[in-house]
Structures are given as C-alpha cells and as structure tokens.
C-alpha cells in the first residue's frame, strides 16, 4: 500500500530527520539512505521498517545536523597532513631546480594543495544515534501508517461494493441455472421429434440423455465455493492480520469458479453475468495489490 511518513527527534544537541515512502509490491522490499558517517545505522534502520510494514517497497531516508537548540556533540576539527606537504615542497623545489626558476612555494599555495587539509567530523556517540534513529523512523512510520489506515478504510469500501455485486450476480447465475436445464431439456426434446418418430425412442433412453445434460450443467457446486470464498473474503477483511496474499489467493479462487460457470453456460444471459463477473473480478484483482 501506498504512504507517506516523516518524523524528527532531537537528542544531546542532535537532530535527526526520517521520511517513509511506500509503494505496492509483493513482498517487503527495504531499501536506506544515510549519511556516510551514519551508514552502520543501516540493519537497524532496516529492522525497524520490516516490523512495522509487513509488505512492500519501503524507501527510508535518514538525515541529520546540529540542533541548535543544545550542545553539539558534532564537532569539526583541521588537521594538516604533514608528510604531503614536505613532498608537495620538496617536489616543487625539484621543478625549480631543473627549470632554473627562482620561485618559493608559499604557504598559502601549500594549504591550497590538495588534502594538504583534512577536515574531520567527530561524529555523535553511537548510542544517541540508536535512540535518534528509533525515535523518528518511529514517528515517521507512525505517521505512514495514518495515511495507510486511511487508505486502506477507502479500499475497504471499494471491496464490499465490489463484493455486493459479485453476490447479486452469482445469485442471478443460480436463478437462472435450473431454467437453463429445463430449456435444454426441451430443446432436446424438440430435436428428436424433428428427427425421428418420437414413439419408437426408448424413454428411458430419453432420461439417460436428459440426466447426462442436467450433470453437465449443473452448476451448484461452483455456486456453493464461488459464496464461501465471498464470505472468507469478508472475514479477511475484518480480520487483525495482514490479508493481502491471502485475499489475492481468494480472487484467484473466485475466477476459477466464474470460468468453470462459464464453460458450463451455453446460454446467452448466464454468458453475460460471468462476463460481468469477471470485470467485477479484475477491478478487485488491481485494489488488492494495495493490501499488505
């Protein structure tokens, strides 16, 4: 399902800032961005986002700076790499003395030399980093998971709407079913006085083949799955467990059920409600991706 959530938290003169983003897919994708002084916050960050959202592709992004609201435990030191400016000097007292040059290198060209100046961060202690971490990716999450309840209420919606017409054109392919055998009955009935001299056939001949038709009809075991999948669906839905698999499982279920109805059909109208069926079908098929 698809979200948003942003949290931030300041500790010892830090702040930290987390934003959770979420699309569909299958399982529980987690992918992190921090900072590279951060970077060994990662599984922990990871951990974290697998336990609050159980499936799909969960971005996180983690920054932070001083709070100025307290004491820093940033702090920025500048350290001279010594050894790489005697041989910036030394090179370039070389270049001099080959080319015939009178120059010197100031110090101002040596500090301007590559690395000659290192700049280092003392970094945060690690056991504020932990705590900064837990507290906003968990407000941050906290907050993804309002707009997914949100949404979810929407789909939830969508579902019993889909669900309700699912129901009353399975109920209109049951109604029509027995009238459908009957009209086939008739029809072959027809068919065999056009045919031959209705006196010389076996009746009990005409019964075998009537049965034989009735059974290959004869939809009442698809109806009778096609109404308790509808209603583990329902279940699922008001179930406390993430259903989206399961519910993605039913649908698949459900459209066996509405194929075997209409290879069974053989019949204009029961044609058409398993058509309708299967659009009702594909529409679930497309939200239930939605679903953790």
Excluded at 6 to 19: I, K, P, Q, V
Excluded at 119 to 135: F, M, S
Excluded at 185 to 199: F, G, M, P, S, T
């Amino acid at each position: 399902m698809t979200g948003f959530g942003r949290g931030e938290t300041s500790l010892d003169g830090m702040l930290m800032m987390a934003e959770v983003r979420t699309v569909n897919s299958k399982y529980a994708d987690v992918s992190v961005r921090l900072p590279r002084q951060l970077s060994y916050l990662e599984p922990a960050a990871v951990q974290i986002a697998k336990a609050a959202v159980g499936r799909g592709k969960i971005s996180v992004t983690i920054s932070w700076q001083a709070d100025d609201g307290g004491e820093s435990e940033v702090q920025r030191s500048v350290s001279p790499d010594v050894e790489l400016a005697r041989a910036y000097h030394e090179a370039a007292t070389l270049v001099s003395g080959v080319l015939g040059l009178d120059a010197e290198l100031s110090l101002d060209a040596l500090m301007r030399m590559p690395d000659v100046m290192a700049v280092r961060e003392n970094l945060i202690k690690p056991e504020t980093a932990d705590e900064l971490l837990k507290q906003a990716l968990g407000q941050a999450l906290t907050d993804l998971e309002a707009m997914r309840i949100a949404e979810g209420d929407a789909l939830a919606a969508d579902f019993q709407e889909r669900l309700g017409a699912l129901e009353a054109t399975g109920l209109a392919v049951e109604e029509r079913a027995p009238e459908r055998v009957t009209e086939a009955h008739e029809k072959l009935l027809a068919r065999i006085d056009e045919l031959v001299d209705k006196a010389a056939v076996d009746p009990q001949r005409i019964a075998m083949e009537v049965a034989v038709l009735a059974d290959r009809l004869d939809i009442t075991e698809e109806c009778v799955r096609f109404r308790s999948h509808l209603a583990q669906f329902r279940s699922l839905m008001e179930g406390d467990e993430a259903p989206g698999r399961k519910l993605n499982f039913l649908l698949q279920e459900i459209g066996r059920e509405v194929n075997t109805m209409g290879s069974k059909a053989n019949d204009p109208a029961m044609s058409h409600f398993v058509v309708q069926m299967k659009e009702d079908l594909e529409k679930l098929r497309e939200q239930v991706q939605n679903v953790e």
